[in-house]
């Protein structure tokens, strides 16, 4: 195909257009392309790129291709300096991107890693793709293009796992992929470092992002000291999102407690995941409030509501156990209440000779026996789906403990007759699904 006296090739087919490159692709590095519909499809050419020699109306004489082929590789072989004796005077910089990506900036232009080789790498133009731009760089690797060049990289083994050092800053492994590996700064948890580095391959290439909010670390913290760190730093967070929250801790003696709008907490336990304080007048009062911590000190969780003012005197000498005592005896109270307030209940035989539970009339069914108590479930919790739960003790008294849920039928006394049960199945739903319809606002298709 001949377009404007430049000849072009065909290099392939598809199922709607047919592709054609410039005759001089392989000579002179001719990046012209053309694009046309496939017969019998139509449609207009699009020719895209400019030609970089001229018109080629003759042949060449034999051997002059190889000899073009040869100057061509030696061009692109050779330095940029060389090629481009303005390169020098140009503004070019590396940079690193939010993502940790490295990118070459010329005159302001910024330039995306294309392709890398044993000694050159080539760059493409960021608007590569969304503007189709065709700029192109290419650097040769030197001491002039190593961006960690002055910096003191250094790995060390500890008795856990392996450390990589940048200029006396420390960071461990993050995380580990199949052609790099991600590092963040060892202070990223006790002091929110947000510091990070990316090693490519076996950590020959090194791309650092973020700044250091901390001096160099050299000695190993105290036991406790790095939680403590995380909590204090949890702490300004809080107060940094909302000034007006009263939270601090406090050492008192040799434990450390936290306080929360005057109310005091101890510490109950620390988990894989996360810590539990408790309030410290639950022996008193029996007070269920809590705080929950994240390990890595991200989020304060509050729990449970405090039943008691806020204890600002120490007590005296014996105090504590007269609290507990009268917390004791109101719980005994509470106790004889409910089961006062339960109904009466008796145990009865079935016509098969199996135990029921008989409570106001309604029939009970054993549905799970426990170590120190029986789950019992309502005769027609399967016939008329009721939910009623009750619970009894497995001791010789065989006490009511709790009553769950209300029943949605009558005391049945009688024995149903043959087919009653399917009847009355039947005429619940149908009585469901009219309700459904009503809800939705929908038409029954049925008479």
Request: charged letters at 30%.
């Amino acid at each position: 195909m001949v377009i404007r006296n430049h000849i072009f090739v065909r290099n392939k087919i598809s199922q709607r257009y047919l592709f054609w490159n410039c005759a001089q692709k392989k000579a002179l590095g001719c990046r012209v392309r053309a694009t046309m519909p496939r017969p019998p499809n139509k449609g207009p050419v699009i020719c895209r790129g400019e030609h970089n020699h001229d018109v080629v109306s003759e042949r060449r004489k034999h051997g002059v291709l190889r000899e073009l082929l040869k100057k061509r590789k030696q061009e692109k072989e050779q330095p940029a300096a060389l090629r481009n004796t303005d390169s020098s005077e140009m503004d070019i910089c590396y940079i690193v991107t939010a993502r940790g990506t490295t990118q070459l900036v010329v005159e302001g232009f910024p330039f995306t890693k294309l392709n890398e080789r044993a000694h050159m790498t080539f760059w493409a133009c960021c608007q590569a793709r969304p503007l189709s731009c065709t700029a192109r760089a290419t650097t040769y690797r030197g001491a002039k293009n190593d961006l960690l060049a002055n910096q003191d990289i250094r790995y060390v083994d500890t008795g856990r796992s392996r450390k990589l050092i940048i200029n006396g800053y420390g960071f461990t492994r993050k995380q580990i992929r199949e052609r790099y590996t991600i590092w963040e700064c060892c202070q990223s948890r006790p002091l929110g470092c947000k510091a990070a580095a990316t090693s490519y391959g076996e950590g020959s290439r090194i791309s650092i992002r973020g700044t250091h909010n901390h001096p160099i670390v050299t000695e190993r913290r105290r036991l406790g000291q790095r939680k403590r760190l995380m909590e204090e730093r949890l702490v300004e967070r809080m107060h940094a999102i909302d000034p007006d929250k009263d939270v601090r801790f406090v050492m008192q003696g040799n434990r450390r407690k936290l306080y929360v709008k005057d109310h005091c907490y101890y510490r109950k336990h620390t988990l894989k995941g996360h810590t539990q304080w408790r309030c410290t007048e639950y022996r008193a009062y029996g007070c269920l409030a809590s705080v929950k911590i994240l390990r890595n000190g991200s989020q304060m969780f509050l729990q449970g509501v405090h039943d008691h003012p806020v204890k600002k005197e120490h007590r005296q000498n014996g105090q504590l156990k007269q609290l507990m005592q009268q917390r004791n005896q109101i719980v005994s109270e509470r106790k004889q209440q409910r089961q006062q307030q339960l109904p009466k209940s008796f145990f009865v035989l079935s016509g098969r000779g199996s135990i029921q539970l008989s409570i106001d009339g309604y029939v009970f069914t054993q549905e799970l026996v426990k170590n120190n108590d029986i789950d019992w479930a309502c005769s027609q919790s399967k016939a008329l789906r009721c939910k009623v739960r009750a619970t009894t003790s497995r001791d010789k008294d065989r006490k009511v403990l709790s009553i769950r849920g209300e029943h949605n039928h009558a005391v049945i006394t009688e024995r149903r007759k043959s087919g009653a049960l399917k009847a009355l199945l039947e005429q619940r739903k149908k009585e469901r699904d009219e309700r459904r319809m009503r809800l939705s606002g929908a038409r029954p298709i049925f008479n």
